[in-house]
């Protein structure tokens, strides 16, 4: 592995994996900031090794490790994200993650998953998998989440963080009425009256 690209909207975030990599032997490092720009870097560049966020302005990274996958592209992807990964982990081993790193760790772990991606293996952690510790409240809205696609929870969080419809509609390339229609089947899937209560619902369960 020689060439990697770093997708993360934060500057200094991009500049400490930046070390990193170097650190690691990737002597060709490119960077963008939006999930617009990743595919088309991927296709110029074809790197050996994609750093990806998975908040992003434009495509968020579900979407972008589906456009991947579906590309064919051989650029093996790290996840490295503030995102709770007992919602995402799984998502994004399914469209083709091959390590996932929280941000809420230290730099060792991004050092440890992409040692061991450019050694030929994954790097997932351990989630717990015991309910002991959880409320009832805790474990149904989890059961809850889990059932929702990718697609629905990703405007969940657009709609949690105080998005507009029109807003998600043009960062997804989707249509208002679409938008609109998930919003209806989400208030329904999660059980709560109206857009308030799904920002309530997201921070309960560390969404936002």
Request: aromatic fraction near 6%; glycine fraction near 4%.
């Amino acid at each position: 592995m020689k060439s990697a690209l770093i997708a993360d909207d934060h500057p200094v975030v991009r500049a400490a994996v930046k070390i990193l990599l170097k650190q690691e032997g990737f002597n060709q490092i490119h960077e963008v900031s939006s999930g617009n720009e990743v595919l088309p870097m991927v296709r110029e560049h074809h790197p050996d090794l994609l750093v990806l966020d998975l908040v992003m302005p434009g495509l968020d990274g579900l979407d972008v490790l589906a456009r991947i996958q579906a590309s064919e592209a051989r650029c093996r992807v790290v996840v490295f994200t503030g995102q709770e990964a007992r919602f995402y982990q799984e998502r994004c081993m399914r469209a083709g993650a091959v390590a996932y790193v929280s941000k809420t760790n230290d730099l060792q772990h991004l050092h440890k998953a992409v040692h061991a991606v450019r050694a030929g293996y994954s790097y997932f952690i351990q989630l717990e998998t015991s309910s002991v510790a959880m409320s009832a409240l805790q474990r149904s809205e989890s059961e809850m989440i889990d059932k929702l696609s990718d697609r629905e929870l990703t405007i969940f969080q657009h709609l949690a963080r105080g998005m507009g419809n029109k807003d998600i509609a043009a960062t997804m390339n989707l249509s208002h009425k679409t938008v609109s229609t998930y919003k209806t089947r989400l208030v329904e899937k999660l059980n709560v009256e109206s857009k308030v209560h799904l920002r309530d619902f997201a921070k309960r369960n560390h969404l936002i």
